[in-house]
């Protein structure tokens, strides 16, 4: 079984991809791999660098994220800019992470991504999970773990697809309002649900 995991920022998807690690699932994660096909001297990077100029830049030449979020959470235009530069990278490698794992056998995989692209999230996996909490509890997440402003926060959250779109998506909906343990609890419940569904 392939699970794709989404939902907005702060709403707790990698938790939600390590408990399901937890019951043997591997994970790919999409943002990790994002962060690997913007490394200097990949084709992504150069057309970055191309478009939003050098102040976006670390002294090492690497891309800082915040400095260059910053610039695209303000403008949708620019943000589908980027996102044009970097979705066909990731569903390449996401599709090719696929093929290595299922060849090794493995038959419980996770997919993790912020943005449910058709080509190479939506398309490879068996069931969408999405991954809901409420905006003022996403807020306090992002805040704490990136050390961002609230308005920062407000901002990212702004420019991502709304709960309705990601919910649209959804074959099973985990809402992530509660602790950790109240989140292990619906995962296992869930997961006993799909097993049943699938025998």
Excluded: C
């Excluded at 912020?114 to 992002?142: C, M, N, S, Y």
């Amino acid at each position: 079984m392939i699970i794709g995991i989404t939902g907005g920022i702060g709403s707790g998807k990698s938790t939600v991809s390590k408990i399901l690690s937890e019951y043997g699932a591997k994970v790919i994660s999409a943002d990790k791999i994002a962060r690997e096909v913007v490394m200097p001297g990949m084709e992504a990077y150069n057309r970055i660098v191309r478009t939003f100029g050098e102040g976006i830049l670390d002294e090492d030449r690497k891309i800082n994220r915040k400095k260059l979020g910053d610039i695209v959470f303000n403008d949708p235009e620019l943000l589908k800019k980027l996102n044009e530069f970097t979705h066909g990278a990731v569903a390449e490698r996401i599709s090719r992470e696929l093929d290595i794992l299922r060849r090794e056998g493995i038959d419980f995989i996770v997919v993790e991504a912020v943005v449910p692209i058709q080509h190479g999230f939506l398309d490879l996996v068996d069931t969408v999970w999405v991954v809901i909490a409420d905006e003022q509890i996403r807020e306090k997440r992002i805040m704490a773990r990136n050390n961002y402003t609230e308005q920062e926060a407000k901002q990212r959250i702004k420019a991502q697809m709304s709960d309705q779109m990601y919910i649209s998506l959804a074959d099973k909906i985990i809402y992530n309002n509660g602790t950790i343990e109240e989140l292990r609890s619906l995962i296992r419940e869930v997961l006993q649900n799909e097993n049943k569904e699938s025998q």
